[in-house]
Antibody
Framework: EVQLVQSGAEVEKPGESLKISCKGS????????IGWVRQMPGKGLEFMGS????????RYSPSFQGQVTISADKSINTAYLQWRSLKASDTAMYYC??????????????WGQGTMVTVSS | DIQMTQSPSTLSASVGDRVTITCRAS??????LAWYQQKPGKAPKLLIY???SLESGVPSRFSGSGSGTEFTLTISSLQSDDFATYYC????????FGPGTKVDIK
């Protein structure tokens, strides 16, 4: 079965760092872009950026450039989303999802279950 | 940035109804548009890509059309499983989602 499994919910304080993960299985993880999507409480979907695990080519949406870091370790079929200093406004559900093979911005056909990040003092 | 709008923002319908949702882009995106369905507490599900191509496993009552700046998602006969929020996504330049259309029970 093709699937993406994300790490569990996190509760952090403002200013702390955090790294969440997304592990793929059932397909060639290195050969498809992995996108990250933010959904703030009660709001819509926002495309944050994508990584191609095969060579760690990373593309950020302009709104998220410099705000987060996307990375991957193809040896363990895992992608990551990282913050250096969390803000309350980072409180959201974060989804990873599989994109296409040739472009970082293709439709996302397989989604993880989401990781809820809550930032509160 | 390409801006995406959807109309209506909320749609009340009954089982069996034909439902149409419109998505507009602020500039031409050719046919680089996808549609997703999201139910509460769940991840989105891809329905349509390249404006009119049905994703594998998606029921044929879903269809998409349009090109350039105006697109539609049609559900030919609404089923109880279809009450959800629907998002369009452009992927011509970066990627941006529309604000969503909630389909609820009349």
């Amino acid at each position: 079965e093709v699937q993406l499994v994300q790490s569990g919910a996190e509760v952090e304080k403002p200013g702390e760092s955090l790294k969440i993960s997304c592990k793929g299985s059932g397909y060639s993880f290195a050969s498809s872009w992995i996108g990250w999507v933010r959904q703030m409480p009660g709001k819509g979907l926002e495309f944050m950026g994508s990584i191609y695990p095969g060579d760690s080519d990373i593309r950020y949406s302009p709104s998220f450039q410099g705000q987060v870091t996307i990375s991957a370790d193809k040896s363990i079929n895992t992608a990551y989303l990282q913050w250096r200093s969390l803000k309350a406004s980072d409180t959201a559900m974060y989804y990873c999802a599989r994109g296409g093979s040739y472009s970082p911005w293709r439709p996302l056909d397989i989604w993880g279950q989401g990781t809820m990040v809550t930032v509160s003092s | 940035d390409i801006q995406m709008t959807q109309s209506p923002s909320t749609l009340s319908a009954s089982v069996g109804d034909r439902v149409t949702i419109t998505c507009r882009a602020s500039q031409s995106i050719s046919s680089w548009l996808a549609w997703y369905q999201q139910k509460p507490g769940k991840a989105p599900k891809l329905l349509i890509y390249k404006a009119s191509s049905l994703e594998s496993g998606v029921p044929s009552r879903f269809s998409g059309s349009g090109s350039g700046t105006e697109f539609t998602l049609t559900i030919s006969s609404l089923q109880s499983d279809d009450f959800a929020t629907y998002y369009c996504q452009q992927y011509n330049s970066y990627s941006h989602f529309g604000p969503g259309t909630k389909v609820d029970i009349k």
